[in-house]
């Protein structure tokens, strides 16, 4: 009977430590920076409309009822200074630049000085930021700043799954992955509750602070394991396994796998351009620049920044910009929904899921333009929009969302990582640029019809894609994976 109740004592004492582990895997992903990256991405959106000059209003194309009743409650008088309405676009569109300067070298950066450190270095960029938007006085201040937000936005993406990839149990990577999606649009809502009351001024300090405060922290965790068995400090990655597995789980064998994987190929000294000419090196980035691709042609970007241009030009009978909350509101409660269930299956099965999904709604939201040019209404049309764009949001963030995050940090070996990951996620930022620029040009010279019959296209070949060249990475080791794509 004592032995029976020890035996119990033991079983909750390994729950509450493995529990522990869980939550300081999870405290590390909201360290790295997603949420900040969220809100760089949205920071001009409730800024530049306290920037733009009175005369520069007239030239949006939402009216001036609609203007009045949801504009921001600082008019254009609480700035110093005012921009045209190109010196804005030019500020919107510096941080992609920023982020396509930053990509592959703070992939390097983080393979030779850990990913701890750059993680930590990329608040740097963050804080020069609010500095120089405190003290801006013209757009060309602003470009820059907008530039070193890029640059921290773009180190982010790639060091921020590299770290998560290296600390995560098997079982939780998936779910860790898809938390740091939802993260990113939990600093986009951020944003967008706060610069409604805020001036940009007060909007920018907020978010200097909040990346401090996460970087801060971030440096009393520890580094990443593979980096330390690379710099021969076995002890140092070995507690920081049991800083995220806890101490009852038995680390030598995971330590012995990361050992082998990290330097098999460094006492070779293979070089790093014959590794990135390697058969598995070559299908892994193959799998994720396409995936990353297709993530764009999705056109996921494009509806996002144009939602209340795209449903002006839709003409229903609801209100643009609470058509827009809506849809806001369905992407961040789907990312929390795909969190509890993308361990439930493997990888491809949520990305067939996705892109079906995307394709379908895309196909139905072209057909209400297509009907609408051809004069063809019937009961019920006017919902279409809205409800096509909602599960459009949902099935996004099912798959194609989250999933090219979590395979950027699982097909590439540690030699090549920082360098692939880099090259992924400049491809997925030179595509959210193109994608961005054309859609409300196409949407003017060809129609929103063809349009989104485009996207729903792309979404068919980006199933057949899904089935010949992305590996399924679910309950696989990284080794396991490798070996894979060298097979």
Known sequence: ????????????????????????????????????????????????????????????????????????????????????????????????????????????????????????????????????????????????????????????????????????????????????????????VFVAICGAYVSYTTLTIILGVVALFFGIIFFFLPESPAYLIKINKREKAEAALNFYRSECYNVENALDEIYERVHKKTDEKVNIFVEMRSKAVIRGLIASTGLTIFQQLSGIDGVTFYTVYIFQAADTQLNEYTSAIILSSVQLLSAVVVIVVIEKAGRKVFLYISASGTCVCLAALAMYFHFKLSGITFFGMGVIPLASTMVYACAFSAGLGPVPWMVNGELFAPAVKGIANGITITSNWVCLFIITKTLPIMMEEVGPHITFYFYSACMLLCLVFIKFCVPETRGKSLEQIQNELRS
Request: net charge neutral.
């Open 1 to 188: 009977m004592h032995d029976l109740e020890i035996s119990e004592k033991q079983e909750i004492d390994f729950k509450r430590k493995r529990t522990v582990g869980k939550l300081r895997q999870f405290l590390a992903t909201v360290c790295l920076g997603p949420i900040s990256l969220g809100a760089s991405l949205s920071w001009t959106s409730p800024v530049l409309p306290q920037l733009l000059e009175q005369d520069s209003s007239t030239n949006f194309t939402y009216n001036s009822t609609n203007a009045s009743t949801n504009s921001h409650i600082f008019d254009n008088s609480s700035a110093t200074f005012k921009l045209t309405i190109d010196e804005g676009s030019w500020i919107g569109s510096m941080l992609a630049i920023g982020v396509l300067a930053a990509a592959i070298p703070s992939g390097y950066l983080a393979g030779r000085f850990g990913l701890k450190k750059s993680t930590i270095a990329l608040v740097i960029p963050n804080l020069l930021f609010t500095i120089i938007v405190l003290f801006a006085n013209n757009a060309y201040v602003l470009c820059v700043a907008r530039f070193l937000s890029g640059v921290a936005t773009g180190g982010i993406s790639v060091v921020g799954p590299m770290y998560l990839s290296e600390i995560a149990d098997v079982s939780l990577r998936g779910t860790l992955g898809t938390f740091f999606e939802f993260l990113i649009y939990a600093g986009v």
